[in-house]
């Protein structure tokens, strides 16, 4: 039977009186702890050591976008450019109410925000969104599915065609493309339901800025991007 020193862990001899490690006396019962060192049958020699409950870490990311990517502090919605057309109808009601020429602004402010409608709602589709290098679409869809069905329950659902994954919010298919230069953009179209039922420009540019914003803003924070 091995004996070691209490104090500073020193095995010693049986019969010694002080620890040659620090220099304790040994004499005292209390003062030491006798261990069984006898060697371990010839089957437990070379099992592998019990495996320790390690920490789950998230595997390190990386980005190399460009510095213009855009990155998102918050799912609001992308910022509307044709808040001014408000004004022109206002304008354009008063003078109709007037008696005035308050139709033909109407029309003009109608025509010109239709343009500007279907411009800006191309334009979101380009918008390049920061992301990170070398992920999957089983990457994307196992992180994000879970944030997306937790905050919108049955009202989000993911699809996949070829390489692209999609997600499917309010009438609108969102399709997330991977780029190269490690960024991502959102190519909104509408869904079967949202193509009988798109009268409404306005509306359907709302809903675009809201989805947009919601899918790039959580599949960027899904990845730490805004500390990249």
């Known amino acids: 039977m091995a004996k070691f020193c209490v104090n500073c862990g020193t095995k010693y001899e049986e019969g010694a009186k002080f620890c040659s490690g620090c220099g304790a006396r040994l004499e005292n019962?209390?003062?030491?702890?006798?261990?069984?060192?006898?060697p371990l049958p010839s089957h437990e020699q070379h099992m592998p050591a019990p495996a320790q409950n390690a920490p789950v870490t998230e595997p390190?990311?990386?980005?190399?976008?460009?510095?213009?990517?855009?990155?998102?502090?918050s799912s609001a919605p992308i910022p509307s450019k044709?808040?001014?057309t408000?004004?022109?109808?206002?304008?354009?009601?008063?003078?109709?109410a007037a008696g005035g020429f308050g139709i033909i602004i109407l029309l003009v402010v109608l025509?010109?925000?239709?343009?500007?409608?279907s411009f800006h709602k191309d334009k979101m589709r380009r918008m390049k969104f920061k992301f990170v290098n070398?992920?999957?679409?089983?990457?994307?869809y196992n992180k994000l599915s879970p944030i997306l069905t937790q905050k919108y329950g049955d009202?989000?659902?993911?699809d996949q065609e070829g390489d692209t994954l999609s997600v499917h919010y309010n009438s609108i298919i969102y399709d997330i493309n991977i780029e190269e230069d490690s960024t991502f953009t959102i190519w909104w179209r509408r869904?079967?339901?949202?193509?009988?039922?798109?009268?409404?420009?306005?509306?359907?540019?709302?809903?675009?800025?809201?989805?947009?914003?919601?899918?790039?803003?959580?599949?960027?924070?899904?990845?730490?991007?805004?500390?990249?």
């Open 191 to 228: 869904s079967i339901a949202g193509a009988f039922f798109s009268f409404n420009e306005w509306k359907e540019y709302k809903k675009i800025r809201i989805g947009t914003a919601m899918v790039a803003y959580e599949l960027q924070k899904a990845f730490n991007v805004c500390k990249l």
């Open 82 to 84: 044709i808040g001014w």
């Open 134 to 140: 070398n992920v999957s679409n089983d990457d994307i």
């Open 111 to 117: 025509m010109i925000s239709g343009f500007q409608i």
């Open 86 to 96: 408000k004004w022109g109808y206002i304008a354009g009601l008063l003078l109709l």
């Open 60 to 73: 390190p990311y990386a980005s190399s976008a460009p510095p213009d990517a855009i990155i998102l502090k």
């Open 29 to 38: 019962k209390s003062g030491v702890i006798a261990l069984d060192d006898s």
């Open 155 to 158: 009202k989000i659902e993911f």
